[in-house]
């Protein structure tokens, strides 16, 4: 499996931004899409993610209202719509798949659920 992740860039404060994630060589069912955020000097943390198959969603708490993410199943994609951005959010954002053992917030945001990355697309947002 291989993942592209794109859409990076440098935005103004409270922009809207919309990052992408390309994932190839490979079937997804029962397999969760996920971001995670990783700011300079800082843990990688989650941001979101969604089960391929069924489409529930899960957000971490300081994104939940701004950020939406969607996948779209004919082209293997998973997007990430970020509004309302803010300076805090500046981070490379990284695109994960996997099979969480359970598709309890729990499992689906912890990183080592994981087994499949792609590179990194950095997001900086100025204030």
């Known amino acids: 499996v291989q993942l592209q992740a794109s859409g990076g860039g440098l935005v103004q404060a409270r922009a809207p931004l919309r990052l992408s994630c390309a994932a190839s060589?490979?079937?997804?069912?029962?397999?969760?899409m996920a971001w995670f955020q990783q700011a300079s000097g800082k843990e990688r943390e989650f941001v979101a993610a969604?089960?391929?198959?069924?489409?529930?969603?899960y957000y971490a708490n300081s994104v939940r209202s701004r950020f939406a993410i969607s996948r779209d199943e004919a082209n293997n994609t998973v997007t990430l719509q970020m509004n309302s951005l803010k300076a805090e959010d500046t981070a490379v954002y990284y695109c994960a798949t996997g099979r969480p053992k359970r598709t309890s917030y729990a499992n689906t945001a912890n990183e080592r659920e994981y087994g499949y990355w792609g590179q990194g697309t950095l997001v900086t947002v100025s204030s």
């Open positions: 969604i089960q391929w198959s069924g489409g529930s969603t």
């Open positions: 060589g490979g079937t997804y069912d029962g397999y969760a």
